[in-house]
C-alpha cells in the first residue's frame, strides 16, 4: 500500500502525475498571463497572479493536512479514487479524441489573440487596473483549481503531500522561468501529449485506490500501478488507431487546430 | 473572484454555493455524464464482488477491465456525434 514508504515505483507516477497536469495547466495560464501583461500592463497582471498562488497554496495547506489526519484511509481511498477514475477518464477520453482527429487541440495562439483583442477594447484608468488584476487572477486561479485537486486528492492518500506540492511547485516555477526566457505564450509546448499522460496516471491512480476502497486486494500491491498505466496506455493507443482507421486519417483542418479549443 | 451582493442576486453566500456546486457539476460531470455514473456503477460492482472475501483479487483485475470498456464506450459516443 501506498504509505510514502512503499515502492517508490508509486512515488515516481506520484510525482509525474502531478508535475505533468501542473505544467500543462500552468502554460494555459500564463498564455493568459502574457497576453494581460502585454496589453495593460505588468503590475497589476502580476499582482493578480500572486494572490492566485497565494490563494491556491491557502487551499492545500487548509484541506491537505485535514484530509491526512481526519477521514479515515480507506474512506479516502474510495472518495479520492472515484474522483481521480472520473477526472482522469474525461483527461483520457479528451486526448484520445485530439490524437485521433476528432476533436480540436488547444491552440495557445488562438487563445493569446482572442485575450489580446478583448483585452484591448476594454477601457483603461488610471492607477491599479482592475481588468488585469481580475483576469490575471481568473486565468491562474481557475487553471491551477485543478491542480490543488490533483495535489490534495493524490498527496493526502498516498500520504505523500509535500512531495505532490513540491512537483506541482517545480511545474510552476520551469513554465515562469521558460516563459520569462521566451516571452511569448508555449504554444510548442505539446500539450495533448501531456494530458494523454496525465489522463492515465490519473485513471490509474483512480483505479488502484478506489479498488482498494472496497477492499479489493492487488496482485503485488504498489506494483500494480505501473502496470495499470501500461495496462491504460495499451487500450488508448488501439483507440486512437480504431478511431483513425474508421475515421480515415486525420481531417487536416482539426489536425491544424481548427477553432481554439479552451478544455 | 469577490463580488459585492447587490439586492437583485441574493444573498453573497448562496451565489458562492452555487458556483461551488456549478464547479464540482462542471468538474465531475460537464458533458461527460457517462463516465460519472459508469465509474460509480464500476465501483459499486467492485465493492459487490468484494463482499465475499476469496473474490478480492478477481474483483481487482476485473476493475481495470470495466473501465477500458467504459472509455470505450464513451469514445465511440462522441465519435458518432462527428468532430467537434
Not at chain 1, 486561479?141 to 509535500?162: D, M, N
Not at chain 2, 459508469?38 to 465475499?52: D, E, N
Amino acid at each position: 500500500m501506498l504509505t510514502g514508504t512503499a515502492d517508490p515505483s508509486g512515488a515516481v507516477v506520484l510525482v509525474t502525475a502531478v508535475f505533468l497536469a501542473s505544467t500543462v495547466e500552468m502554460v494555459e495560464a500564463l498564455t493568459i498571463v502574457l497576453a494581460v501583461g502585454v496589453t495593460r500592463g505588468w503590475r497589476s497582471a502580476l499582482e493578480g497572479v500572486a494572490a492566485a498562488l497565494l490563494t491556491l497554496g491557502a487551499l492545500v495547506v487548509a484541506f491537505g493536512p485535514a484530509l491526512v489526519h481526519w477521514v479515515p484511509l480507506s474512506a479516502l481511498r474510495l472518495v479520492v479514487g472515484g474522483l481521480l477514475l472520473v477526472f482522469g477518464l474525461q483527461w483520457l477520453r479528451k486526448a484520445i479524441l485530439r490524437t485521433a482527429g476528432l476533436k480540436a487541440k488547444h491552440d495557445e495562439d488562438a487563445i493569446y489573440a482572442e485575450h489580446v483583442a478583448e483585452l484591448s477594447d476594454s477601457p483603461r484608468r488610471s492607477g491599479r487596473d482592475a481588468t488585469a488584476f481580475t483576469v490575471a487572477f481568473k486565468g491562474v486561479f481557475l487553471e491551477g483549481l485543478e491542480v490543488v485537486v490533483i495535489v490534495i486528492t493524490l498527496g493526502a492518500t498516498s500520504h505523500r503531500l509535500g512531495l505532490a506540492s513540491l512537483a506541482a511547485a517545480a511545474a510552476v516555477v520551469l513554465v515562469v522561468i521558460v516563459g520569462l526566457i521566451v516571452h511569448r505564450q508555449l504554444s510548442g509546448v505539446p500539450e495533448n501529449a501531456m494530458k494523454m499522460g496525465v489522463g492515465l496516471m490519473l485513471v490509474s491512480f483512480g483505479t488502484f485506490w478506489s479498488a482498494e476502497g472496497v477492499h479489493a486486494s492487488w496482485p503485488g500491491s504498489d506494483l500494480a500501478i505501473p502496470v495499470l498505466v501500461a495496462f491504460y496506455g495499451l487500450a488508448s493507443w488501439l483507440l486512437v488507431l480504431a478511431l483513425r482507421h474508421a475515421t480515415g486519417e486525420l481531417p487536416s483542418g482539426l489536425a491544424a487546430g481548427g477553432e481554439a479549443s479552451h478544455g | 473572484m469577490v463580488e459585492r451582493g447587490s439586492g437583485n442576486d441574493g444573498p453573497v453566500i448562496l451565489r458562492w454555493l452555487t458556483a461551488f456546486g456549478r464547479f464540482w457539476w462542471d468538474f465531475l460531470i460537464g458533458d461527460t455524464p457517462e463516465l460519472f455514473v459508469g465509474a460509480v456503477a464500476i465501483i459499486g460492482l467492485i465493492a459487490v464482488i468484494c463482499l465475499h472475501p476469496g473474490l478480492r483479487t478477481a474483483a481487482a483485475i476485473l476493475a481495470p477491465v470495466l473501465v477500458a470498456g467504459l472509455l470505450t464506450a464513451s469514445v465511440r459516443r462522441a465519435a458518432n456525434r462527428g468532430p467537434s
